[in-house]
Structure formats: structure tokens, C-alpha cells
């Protein structure tokens, strides 16, 4: 029995090791393929990553979902608007290349690095937000929190409210908890990368998935043991989060534009904007009959002139 035990110790202690070593690995080339390009700006102590496009006109501060990051928007909506707005792309805390400050989990938290941003970027100044999915979340605390700091909202299928029971799913349970998550999260970069390459559309239907997209958004970092873990926690955190925040959006009097795909599947719109409508004193709803959760891509056009309009209007808030 003992030399059993014994054996299976040796087996459970290499194959670790060997999960340890591959991850170590592929962190390294996944980072040399996608490096910090942008600029890393200190907030309350950790970095911030941020990419930037234009140089002149009113500026713009993008906040990318769960299991996203920066470059999300660097090749989508960000060209759109650089000839005549200057584009702030930031990484929330532990994803893309930014720091993962303490309690990084809450929305406040990330509030505040994102207000770190513009603080830096755009000194004295108002922007316009623009927030996708989870990110639509963050930029909402952003306009509760600093409202100085925000001349409106626009929101892309953004998470809003306490969806209530369910929608959690089983690896970012395993991933987020501290004692079990930094052993599982070893295991991520094995078999992430291919199983999530081969679900994106699941993302963008009923919309097609734009060519280059795993590679173009930099999807790779994810699956970098402490990156994955971050994202478990913020998304294990979320409706908690939301459930708290939710109860003030009585206090935003800055205009809001909502972009919603009708068969969004990632998330249910009618428990997000559908209840946001009735609370925010100044909201534009888009809704989109044939797009799903990444509104942005197939409707960037539309996105952009929201974008210019909110940018241009006077006394917007």
C-alpha cells in the first residue's frame, strides 16, 4: 500500500512539475508575441497598460469585458475615431499587461485605476467612456464614483444589474478560490487556447466572427495562469458587485447610449439594460436585432458616431 501511495505521490508531483513548466513556458511566448506596446502608468501604487491612438480632439477611455483585453478595440472601433479624438485603451487590473492591485475584484477598485488613466492622459478634461460587456460595468462606477471625470456613457451589451441565480461557469469556480485556483490555473494554457479558439463564434452569433479575431485581440494572454485566475475573480465577484452598485444609477445624469444585441447569448439584456432604462436619467438605448454580444464589430460605424456625438456635445452632463 505504502509503496502505492508512494507512486501515485511521484506521479501527482511530476505531472505538476510538468504543468508548472508548460505554463512557465507558454506565458514567455505568449507574452513575446503580444508585449506591453503601450504606455504603463502608476495608479495607487500598480501599473496600468495603456494603448493609445490620435493625438488631438476630445478624448475617449475604452474598457474591455471578461477575458479580454486592451487590444480588443485597438483594431476595431479605436482607427475610427483616431483621426479626430485621442483614444485611451486600457487593460483592467491583472489583465493584458496592468498590475492586479489589492481587492482588484471590486468595481471600485477598477473604477479608480481607470480614473488613474485619465487623470494621466487627459488632466482637467472630460471623456467620453465606452465599456464593453464587463467593462460596461466598470464605466458605470467610473461615472458613479468621478463624474468630474466622465462626459458620457457608451455602453456595448454591458452587464448592469444582478442577473440572480446561475450563468457562472464550472473553471472559473475552480480558478478564482486561493488555495485550489493557482494549482488549476497551471492547467489553463494546455488546453485553453484551442478549446476557446474553436467556441468564439458562440460569442459573436448570430454575427460571424471577424477573421483574425483570436489573434488580432491578443486572446492568448488569457490563459496565462495568474491573468486567468484575475479574470475568474472578477467574474466570481460580479454580480455581488453589481448587486451594491446597481442601487445608485439613480445618480447618473450624464447622457448614456446603450448598443444591445437582441440574441445576445452571453448575457440576457433585458436583466441588464432592460432595468438600467428605468433608473438612468439620460439613456439611448441601440438595440440590434441581428448581433450578439460584440456590438462593436459588425456595428463599429454606429459605435463611432455615438462615440463623436457624446464627444461634441455641449454641457453633455
Partial sequence: MKTILLGLLVMFTVSSLSACVHSAIYTSRVEDRFPAVGELIPVNGADVHVLTQGETGPPVLMIHGASANAREFEWTLAPRLAGDHRVFMADRPGHGHSDRPDDAHKLGVQAEQMAGVLEAFAPGEKAVIVGHSFGGGVALRLALDRPDLVEG???????????????????????????????????????GPAQVEAG????????PEPAGYFENSAIGLLFRPGNFRANARDVNALREELGTQSARYEQLDMPIIVFSGAQDTVISPPLHVGKLKHQAQDLELVPLADEGHMPHHGEGAAVAEAIRRLASEPDAS
Avoid at 468564439?200 to 454575427?207: E, K, L, Q, R
Fill in 153 to 191: 456613457l457608451v455602453l456595448l451589451a454591458p452587464v448592469s444589474h444582478d442577473w440572480g441565480n446561475g450563468g457562472e461557469t464550472w473553471y472559473n469556480r475552480y480558478a478564482g478560490p486561493p488555495v485550489i485556483g493557482p494549482a488549476f490555473s497551471q492547467l489553463v494554457p494546455i488546453v
Fill in 200 to 207: 468564439i463564434n458562440g460569442v459573436f452569433d448570430p454575427a
